[in-house]
């Protein structure tokens, strides 16, 4: 009876947290824009309400209903003042989060690689084998995690769509107080919270009583088809010549999500165990020749960023692709020398997974502490190119030094001034006068004396 009470207590304890995590984003929100003390606390707030809502949602059903409070509140605090920590020390104001997707990457990676490591490191505890023995719970985690934020997606669209709906037959009838009342921005944090709290603890039931992998494992029949179209689009890249073939079918980002695409497969191909890995040989087939072939969308992708960063400089979107190429080449060597070898080339992959996540996590936290510092690499980058007579002070990107790239963008501005000064540039020095007194960049742009 106990068991049944705490398995119908899921759905409320998911609408209350969701309801009140959207209130906390939302309230830390309107904060954020209006900038000092008040901005910087709004963004702990919001980040933390955020990370902590979400972490609860994503581990309940998981764990015992305090032990998932607990680890989320956990969660929540550390992965928000990392994130504040991160925004304070490259800018001088809390809204620039809203411009640095680099940034927002790193914390939702850390997020959601966090929450299936706790959850390993708390039954690791309770299982011998240890922490490294808990790669089926990581694999089974992780796509929990992706099948929990669709549900959730899914639940909180149909609840807006039924507000909709019944808002539309209530007008008809002279009364339109749904729609007044959700449309305060307040209520509406709350609805849509609230729905993704329902979605993911809804699929939190159905985890607990039935395998929500089973759909997934429908998405190994295509392994033969990737496996061909890949091989055909690697084969016409390096048949024309890399940086030709990859001007003319796909930039690197399209390379590198179809790379990211092989390490889905593989990975399913390969489950949770031997026991549960695909059972059709032309499957098992299909997974050790997309672990094999895999390598070559990574250095092809990198290939591409290559030539961008001698091109253009480094940015901190570029960065985060170089990191996430090398992440995946890792990846593609990992596979390949697993399959290469024969034998238990599936249990090696597992491992390879399990070694790789862990340190794509701590990659992701060294991404958001001063130690690896993306927008001041790119501003000494760009002013780099400047002295070497690699670009001219048209070809500077003075705005995105301004808007984007916080502080370290302002020293690079002021780098560039006094080798205006120095160097006697009149074109760079009126382009930063101009760029002084643009109110935007469509204004400074198109600035014509």
Known sequence: MAKTS??????????LVGALAGVGVWAGGQSIAGGGLAGWAGLWGAAVSLFGGAGFL????????????????????????????????????????????????????????????????????????????????????????????????????????????????????GMGFV???????????????????????????????????????????????????????????????????????????????VAVMMIVMVSL?????????????????????????????????????????ADLGWTPGRLAAVAVAVWVLAFGLGYGVSALFGGVWMARVRRVNFVLASAGFAAALVWLTPLFDAQSISARTQVARYVAGDVSAAGLDLWTLRADWGWAGQAALARLSDLAQSNGDAALTRRLQDLVAAPDRWSFENYRP
Not at 111 to 137: D, E, K, N, T
Not at 150 to 160: F, K, N, S
Not at 190 to 204: E, I, K, Q
Not at 281 to 308: D, E, T
Request: glycine letters at 14%.
């Open 6 to 15: 705490a398995h119908n207590m899921v759905p409320l304890s998911g609408i």
């Open 58 to 173: 994503a581990m309940l059903g998981s764990l015992p209903r305090g032990g998932v409070l607990r680890r989320a509140l956990g969660l929540g605090l550390g992965l928000g003042t990392l994130l504040l920590w991160a925004i304070f020390d490259r800018f001088d104001a809390p809204r620039a989060l809203l411009h640095t997707p680099s940034l927002i990457f790193g914390a939702a990676l850390v997020w959601a690689l966090s929450v299936p490591l706790i959850l390993c490191q708390f039954h690791a505890q309770f299982h011998a084998g240890g922490f490294l023995a808990q790669y089926p719970r990581l694999y089974r985690q992780i796509w929990d995690l992706l099948g929990r934020g669709l549900a959730a997606g899914l639940v909180a669209g149909l609840i807006w769509g039924g507000v909709f709906f019944f808002d539309g037959l209530l007008q008809s009838a």
């Open 179 to 257: 729609g007044a009342v959700t449309a305060h921005p307040l209520v509406a944090s709350a609805v849509t919270g609230g729905g993704f709290g329902l979605g993911a603890a809804l699929f939190a039931q159905r985890y607990m009583t039935q395998d929500p992998l089973l759909p997934l494992k429908l998405l190994r029949l295509f392994a033969p088809a990737l496996l061909v179209a890949v091989v055909i689009f690697c084969g016409a890249a390096l048949t024309h010549g890399q940086g030709a073939a990859l001007g003319a079918l796909s930039p690197a980002y399209f390379v590198l999500l």
């Open 269 to 309: 191909i390969a489950d949770e165990t031997d026991h549960a890995a695909a059972g059709p040989v032309f499957l098992r087939l299909s997974g050790r020749g997309l672990a094999v072939v895999l390598p070559l969308p990574a250095v092809l992708a990198l290939g591409q960023l290559a030539l961008r960063v």
